[in-house]
């Protein structure tokens, strides 16, 4: 199970940020954003072990973090843009189930 907190509205250059709670241990946690007619794509994923990865838009601009003791993620979105408007979506792979998990969504959405 997934917990997701954070989001709202900010104004372009603004910064929000975003967290997600694992219920257990698992090996890669991170995020995905759909905006309305258009595919889920990656915003950013770490490993327990560390290592990061993040969609092309958003590189430079948001950084993950993780607790592992907390199985917690964390999302700093910094000088957001109108484009990044979406619904943030907590993903979870767990390597034993083989499977991605996913949260509820939470809304971002950046307008002046």
């Known amino acids: 199970q997934l917990q997701a907190s954070g989001g709202g509205l900010v104004q372009p250059g603004g910064s929000l940020s975003l967290s997600c709670t694992a219920s257990?241990?698992?090996?890669?946690m991170g995020w995905y954003r759909q905006a309305p007619g258009k595919q889920r794509d990656l915003v950013a994923t770490m490993t327990s072990a560390g290592e990061t990865a993040y969609g092309d838009s958003v590189k430079g601009r948001f950084t993950i973090s993780r607790d592992n003791a907390k199985n917690t993620v964390y999302l700093q979105m910094k000088d957001l843009k109108p484009q990044d408007t979406a619904t943030y979506y907590c993903?979870?792979?767990?390597?034993?189930?083989?499977?991605?998990?996913w949260g509820q969504g939470t809304q971002v959405t950046v307008s002046s």
């Open positions: 993903m979870a792979y767990s390597i034993n189930d083989a499977r991605n998990y």
């Open positions: 257990r241990s698992i090996f890669r």
